[in-house]
């Protein structure tokens, strides 16, 4: 592996639906609308987290934060630019719910930031 791809995050995150959370917790996430026509599952980076929900998800509640093992997913994750020619981790198919290593309702931090799920 190249030292820039071991350099990259093994953990990302998705923002979900209290309905797409039902989806995964029920057996995997096949995507949102917006993952469905683009043919990859959207996910952000701790870094990227906050300003991909403040552009996406303004005004909406009764979201959820899932934290995806990356390294679960092999080779169907892609990092790929997006946003201001950051990479961004995508995923090829579905987001089965075992490589979900944490979730919890979208919160904010006293700055604003999101907080970020703990695992049990």
């Known amino acids: 592996m190249s030292p820039v ?5 093994t953990t990302a ?19 949102a609308p917006v993952d469905l026509a683009d043919g990859y599952i959207h996910l952000s980076t701790r870094d990227q ?20 093992d ?6 169907a994750v892609r990092w790929e630019e997006s946003r201001g020619g950051a990479l961004f981790p995508h995923i ?16 904010r931090d006293d700055e604003g930031n999101v907080r970020l799920p703990v695992a049990g």
Do not use: C, N
């Open 49 to 68: 987290l906050t300003e991909t929900v403040d552009k996406h998800f303004a005004g909406q509640s009764d979201l959820w934060v899932a934290a995806i």
């Open 5 to 9: 791809a071991s350099a990259r995050p």
């Open 92 to 107: 090829y198919g579905a987001m089965p719910l075992e490589v979900v290593v944490a979730y919890s309702p979208l919160e």
């Open 13 to 31: 995150y998705k923002v979900l639906t209290a309905e797409q959370m039902r989806d995964l917790e029920a057996d995997a996430f096949q995507g």
């Open 70 to 75: 990356l390294e679960a997913l092999g080779d």
